[in-house]
């Protein structure tokens, strides 16, 4: 079979994949956020709120089958560690705390076959953040929608999408809540 034949089979099998009554699967991932903060004494702590599921199934949307999510609260944390441990202590103490009050997955289409259904997906987290100190004090507030860094048409890649999302979501976080650290002014440790 011709090269071409070959990527067009794969098109429309995915095509068919995203469009039909299978559903995906995003497993528990270990995302590794770009965040480069320098480097402090302070312990940083991860609270999810109990609103954060871990397990949940993410609807069908704009031709993107149902999915299942397993571990996202893993996910969240192994990002959060990932992402903070070369700046921060995140062994346990609570001088700073990150509390993620909301962390919803979703997947957005970003291409579209010929009869309208999603030929590939970029994952989307919807996200609430706050930093506060040991008094539960907050100090600053971080919300927004990321997107994960490239989109797929391979249903075997929605857990590396889902995982991308999520560091998006702390290279954002770290961003909003650090960028000032180390000057006289602020008041973040």
């Keep these: 079979m011709p090269r071409s034949s070959w990527s067009l089979a794969a098109v429309s099998l995915t095509a068919v994949l995203f469009a039909t009554g299978c559903t995906l699967s995003v497993a528990a991932g270990d995302p590794r956020p770009n965040i480069d903060l320098p480097e402090s004494q302070a312990s940083l702590a991860l609270e999810l709120d109990p609103s954060v599921r871990d397990v949940f199934q993410v609807p069908a949307r704009s031709g993107v089958v149902p999915t299942n999510v397993e571990a996202w609260r893993t996910t969240l944390d192994r990002g959060f560690k990932n992402g903070f441990r070369s700046a921060f202590r995140t062994d346990g103490g609570k001088e700073l705390v990150l509390q993620i009050v909301e962390a919803e997955l979703e997947l957005a ?30 100090l ?43 000057t006289a002014s602020d008041s973040v440790p």
């Design 140 to 182: 600053r507030r971080s919300t927004g929608t990321v997107a994960s860094k490239r989109s797929t048409s391979q249903p075997g890649e929605i857990t590396l999408i889902a995982e991308s999302a999520v560091e998006s979501m702390y290279e954002k976080i770290a961003e909003d809540l650090f960028n000032n650290r180390g």
């Design 109 to 138: 289409p970003t291409a579209v076959n010929e009869v309208g259904g999603a030929a590939a997906a970029e994952a989307q987290v919807r996200y609430k953040a706050r930093l506060v100190d040991a008094q539960g004090n907050v």
